[in-house]
T-cell receptor, first 116, second 114 residues
Framework: DQQVKQNSPSLSVQEGRISILNCDYT??????FLWYKKYPAEGPTFLIS?????DKNEDGRFTVFLNKSAKHLSLHIVPSQPGDSAVYFC???????????????FGKGTLLTVNP | DSGVTQTPKHLITATGQRVTLRCSPR?????VYWYQQSLDQGLQFLIQ???????AKGNILERFSAQQFPDLHSELNLSSLELGDSALYFC?????????????FGPGTRLLVL
């Protein structure tokens, strides 16, 4: 049962254009969402997050949008740069479950390639 | 550099053996999480420790165990290894930031079971 889904295994965009990475979730208890970027042979690097009380969060070139009714979030990268080429993971946690357990449930990732 | 360190970086061993993976969290972080990344399963949560106590368990096999020591470093012990245990094992930590939910990952340990 995959609770976080990234249906596009890969995405290719031109440098300078917008990259849009999508993520869907099924567990309505999820209330905090994160995007991580991962290069080969390295650990995931935190990019940006959003709480379920918001529908948008922006940090420089990265913006995350959350549509709770559709259980969908997306990461927009504008403008895309060749250095953005990596695997992007969507992750979710259910903070409301209490305690200090904020385990993350990950999607399987989307490989973004930004072509010069 | 996330501030989370993991050793060793690579580990090659044989089926039936036992190995120990080590993780040092970022300074001041109290939570340590272990994740397994295999080719077909993606990143899967294994177990969490918070200030020395087990806090949550995920898809962790009975052959696997972990602990967090008083200095907050953690070890993941994998025993009776099988070929299918070959994977990347990541440690993450959180707890220093007010936003407790942000987990910072180490570089991982690549385990190959032959």
């Amino acid at each position: 049962d995959q609770q976080v889904k990234q249906n596009s295994p890969s995405l290719s965009v031109q440098e300078g254009r917008i990259s849009i990475l999508n993520c869907d979730y099924t567990n309505s208890m999820f209330d905090y969402f994160l995007w991580y970027k991962k290069y080969p042979a390295e650990g995931p690097t935190f990019l940006i997050s959003i709480s379920s009380i918001k529908d948008k969060n922006e940090d420089g070139r990265f913006t995350v949008f959350l549509n709770k009714s559709a259980k969908h979030l997306s990461l927009h990268i504008v403008p895309s740069q060749p250095g953005d080429s990596a695997v992007y993971f969507c992750a979710a946690s259910a903070r409301g479950s209490g305690g200090s357990n904020y385990k993350l449930t990950f999607g399987k990732g989307t490989l973004l390639t930004v072509n010069p | 550099d996330s501030g989370v360190t993991q050793t060793p970086k690579h580990l090659i061993t044989a089926t039936g053996q036992r190995v120990t993976l080590r993780c040092s969290p970022r300074s001041g972080d109290l939570s340590v999480y272990w994740y397994q990344q295999s080719l077909d399963q993606g990143l899967q949560f294994l177990i969490q420790y918070y200030n020395g106590e087990e806090r949550a368990k995920g898809n962790i096999l009975e052959r696997f165990s972990a602990q967090q020591f008083p200095d907050l470093h953690s070890e993941l012990n994998l025993s009776s290894l099988e070929l299918g245990d070959s994977a990347l094992y990541f440690c993450a930590s959180s707890g220093r930031d007010p936003r407790l939910e942000t987990q910072y990952f180490g570089p991982g340990t690549r385990l190959l079971v032959l």
